[in-house]
């Protein structure tokens, strides 16, 4: 069965600050890993989708690796600001055709001003 | 593109009511949708898995005659909560699979008192 963990739990920096947010997955058999912003009480923005043959994949400030064969991705986030104060959620796609996402339990990031 | 309504964003209702959410994608059509449970501070749990045309695919320990599913439509899928208790009280998010990713919906508070 898929696990996927996020690490920290929670992270409170400084605006201006460069960030990395972690996420391991215990089957590397998988289709592509997202990466997914929730803001309190609201449903979920994708940011970043990579394919399990991508190595990164970059969205303005955003920037998410896969190292699939060691079940691990990151996303950095650099010049953080005020308004990315949100939860990140990870989640990996096993199937080939259509998805099926496993979630990990995200990480609560605030950047105070 | 790829817009996922929800409606009613948020409802209140008495124990032992019944109270159906709307899942809508708006500009493409999904065979296949996807209801999600979330508690605070967690991640989202996977209820179940609608299918246009068929019954849906519930996961383990989700009972299927409690939370009724209705996808009778290429664009609309409906949650029916029945009997609904406090316990039932929760974020329900939706998600359209459009290909090898899924598009969320802003998700409903229920509150049951």
């Known amino acids: 069965k898929q696990e996927v963990t996020q690490i920290p739990a929670a992270l409170s920096v400084p605006e201006g600050e460069n960030l990395v947010l972690n996420c391991s997955f215990t089957?590397?058999?998988?289709?592509?890993l997202q990466w997914f912003r929730q803001d309190p009480g609201k449903g979920l923005t994708s940011l970043l989708l990579?394919?399990?043959?991508?190595r990164e994949q970059t969205s303005g400030r955003l920037n998410a690796s896969l190292d699939k064969s060691s079940g691990r991705s990151t996303l950095y986030i650099a010049a953080s600001q005020p308004g990315d104060s949100a939860t990140y959620l990870c989640?990996?796609?096993?199937?080939?055709?259509?998805?099926?996402?496993?979630f990990g339990e995200g990480t609560q990031l605030t950047v105070n001003p | 593109g790829a817009v996922v309504s929800q409606h009613p964003s948020w409802v209140i209702c008495k124990s032992g009511t019944s109270v159906k959410i709307e899942c809508r994608s708006l500009?493409?059509?999904?065979?296949?949708m996807f209801w999600y449970r979330q508690f605070p501070k967690q991640s989202l749990m996977l209820m179940a898995t609608?299918?246009?045309?068929?019954?849906?695919?519930?996961e383990q320990g989700v009972e299927k005659d409690k939370f009724l599913i209705n996808h009778a439509s290429l664009t609309l899928s409906t949650l029916t909560v029945t009997s609904a208790h406090p316990e039932d009280s929760s974020f329900y998010i939706c998600?359209?699979?459009?290909?090898?990713?899924?598009?969320f919906g802003p998700g409903t508070r229920l509150t049951v008192l």
């Open positions: 609608s299918n246009e045309g068929s019954k849906a695919t519930y």
């Open positions: 998600s359209a699979d459009r290909g090898d990713t899924q598009y």
């Open positions: 089957d590397s058999a998988i289709y592509n």
């Open positions: 500009d493409f059509q999904a065979t296949t």
């Open positions: 989640a990996v796609n096993k199937e080939t055709s259509g998805s099926r996402l496993t």
């Open positions: 990579i394919q399990s043959s991508q």
